[in-house]
């Protein structure tokens, strides 16, 4: 073996160890600056059963697009019917054509239609009682394990319990800037950053924020995992494997 090749594989040696060595010390580094601290977190009880504690009083359930109701008329059961709220928040009953009810809650139904049956019943005596609920729908997507549409009847998921339901957060995803989609009324969409890592730490559990029906939960991808994207679009796909940059240590 001649001096120029032993000096080759002595120098391709030297720059594996050192990259192996600058990695492993990147690692630790990063591992001490991640580790997370639950100083503030309280300690959870082990002598009684655990109990959440019961809201003080919660918001009046407000109808959904979906959701089926009973019109019921005490003196005149002969107009009792079951509605459904169609997907233009209205519905329809043997006396009125069209009622806007979306997002509003049964009192509020009960009165408006009070005060269209009154033009044939002089007092009707009338409830709406909703007999079942549509599913609430979630989506999440993005750096997520199983991106998708979740359903759920009642409250809507916070922010966690969807992106629970969808696998947790991929390593390429920014945790502490997720977005939330939201189209309001007029289809009017806004977008809003939470704070998924804050929420998760324990420390700041007010940063779990409730999504609202047909909310979107969008995790984007982290600046290096963008970066490393830009590098297989515009760069990777083009290099033949035999001359790319990492058969570079490999020299003699």
Known sequence: MNRSNMTGKIMSKTIYISGRI??????????????????KVPL??????????PAQKL????????????????????LNETVTVRPDGMISTKIIEDLYVYNKTPSQITSMLKRDY????????????????APIRIY???????????????QPLTLTQAIARAGGIKNSGMQDKVLILRR??????????ADYYAATQGADPGK???????????VPKTGTA?????????????????TSVGAAYNIH
């Open 22 to 39: 600058f990695i492993i010390a990147s690692l630790l580094l990063l591992s001490a600056c991640a580790d997370p601290n639950y100083s």
């Open 44 to 53: 959870t009880l082990t002598t009684i059963a655990p109990e959440a504690p």
């Open 59 to 78: 918001e009046p359930y407000k109808v959904q697009i979906g959701d089926v109701l009973d019109v019921n008329l005490y003196l005149n059961p002969e």
């Open 118 to 133: 009154k033009r044939i019943l002089r007092d009707p005596a009338m409830t709406t009682v909703i007999r079942s609920f």
């Open 140 to 154: 999440v997507s993005g750096e997520v394990v199983t991106p998708g549409e979740y359903l759920v009847v009642g």
């Open 184 to 193: 309001g009324a007029g289809e009017e969409e806004k977008v809003f950053v």
């Open 208 to 218: 779990d924020a409730r999504l609202a029906p047909s909310d979107v939960v969008f």
């Open 226 to 242: 963008l970066g490393y994207v830009k590098y297989q679009q515009n760069f990777q796909q083009f290099v033949n494997p035999a």
